[in-house]
Every structure is written in C-alpha cells, then in structure tokens.
T-cell receptor
Framework: GENVEQHPSTLSVQEGDSAVIKCTYS??????FPWYKQELGKGPQLIID?????GEKKDQRIAVTLNKTAKHFSLHITETQPEDSAVYLC????????????FGTGTQLKVEL | KAGVTQTPRYLIKTRGQQVTLSCSPI?????VSWYQQTPGQGLQFLFE???????NKGNFPGRFSGRQFSNSRSEMNVSTLELGDSALYLC??????????????FGPGTRLTVL
C-alpha cells in the first residue's frame, strides 16, 4: 500500500522567515496531495491541496509544489507568523481508492518571535 | 454551512467495554471516513462509508466497525476495548469521490481514553 514519509518532524523558525516541509510517497498512482494544519485539541484543517496535473499551487503565503518523477511534494510557508505554529500533515490519495488518505507523520512547526 | 460534528467530544471507558462514536457530515456530503490518531502511529485510516455501504477499509481488527445511515450520518463502534484503543478518533466528510478524490473536511474528533 501507499507509504508517505514527512520531514522534518519538528521545525523552528523565526517570525518572518520561510518554512519548508517535504513529503515523499511510494505509490506512483497517487494523484491527490492535501496539506492539513492541526492545532492543539482540534481536527485537521485543510490549508491547500494539489492534484497531479499541476506542478505548483499558491494561496497567499502558502504554496505547494509537486514533483511526480521524484514522487515528492513540499509545503512552503512564507513570512511566517506566530499563528502558523501548529502540526502540519501531508497526505496522499489516488483515484479509484475512494476517499482514503494516507498521512505522513506530521511536522511540528514553531514560529518564534 | 455547518462543519463536521462529532459526538461525544470526550469519552472514558474501561477495558472490555464497547463504545459508539457519532459523526454528522457537512450537509450534502455523502462520504464519511474515519481515522484514528495516536502519538505513536499518527493518523491512520479506519474505513469509509458512501451511500450506506463500506467502500474502503484500513488495517484494523474486526473489533472496529461502522455504519452509515440514509441521511449520511455515520457511527463507528469499537468492541472489547483495549488500552491501545486510546486515541483521537476523527471523522471526515466529502462529496462523493466517484470521479476522483474529493476534498475531505475533518471534524474536531472524539478523544477516547481506555482505562
């Protein structure tokens, strides 16, 4: 089955800096890659997603890039703010697999003042 | 639109008991998926229901089961609880996932503690 690896497990940046989180997947048939932000005591919240027919997608300070050949995708957060501090989860899924998501292990992002 | 709701939010049970968790999806969503989140294993897929039928199943023992009602609301049941079942149980809803993978929206979860 699909396996998703996520790095780093923890990331500490200064406010205003950029943060990059990387995920690799094993199933070349995967074609949908969402990113979720999970704050303490809450459920994951979708922040951005990308499908395999595009290489990059951007939404204000957040961007996701996808490299299908290398089977990896990354989350980029620019101009980080303290409220960006949370656990970020990447996931992968494929058409025909219903709505099953395989998640990475998460990255604890801390934005320091 | 109201988001995904889960009840109860917190639950304490003892080993050997059984538990039922409930999930109400976003209005119009017909697919409901369940996930278990633990510090050691992360977020793992339990099963997905669509049109009252289980469409997908993860690698969990038969003690974990679920169902979906005609209004798309879903319940999951865990029988003969074990200490290792302590986790945050998350429900996610999406439209259909027939033509492809639909965006999943998560509820706040039910925190289950097994003593």
């Amino acid at each position: 089955g699909e396996n998703v690896e996520q790095h780093p497990s923890t990331l500490s940046v200064q406010e205003g800096d950029s943060a990059v989180i990387k995920c690799t997947y094993s199933d070349s048939a995967s074609n949908y890659f969402p990113w979720y932000k999970q704050e303490l005591g809450k459920g994951p919240q979708l922040i951005i997603d990308i499908r395999s027919n595009v290489g990059e997608k951007k939404d204000q300070r957040i961007a996701v890039t996808l490299n299908k050949t290398a089977k990896h995708f990354s989350l980029h957060i620019t101009e980080t703010q303290p409220e960006d501090s949370a656990v970020y989860l990447c996931a992968a899924s494929k058409t025909g697999g219903g709505n099953k998501l395989t998640f990475g292990t998460g990255t604890q992002l801390k934005v320091e003042l | 639109k109201a988001g995904v709701t889960q009840t109860p939010r917190y639950l304490i049970k003892t080993r050997g008991q059984q538990v039922t968790l409930s999930c109400s999806p976003i209005s119009g969503h017909r697919s409901v998926s369940w996930y278990q989140q633990t510090p050691g294993q992360g977020l793992q897929f339990l099963f997905e229901y669509f049109s009252e039928t289980q469409r997908n199943k993860g690698n969990f023992p038969g003690r974990f089961s679920g169902r979906q009602f005609s209004n798309s609301r879903s319940e999951m049941n865990v029988s003969t609880l074990e200490l290792g079942d302590s986790a945050l149980y998350l429900c996610a809803s999406s439209l259909e996932g027939l033509a492809g993978v639909d965006t999943q929206y998560f509820g706040p979860g039910t925190r289950l503690t097994v003593l």
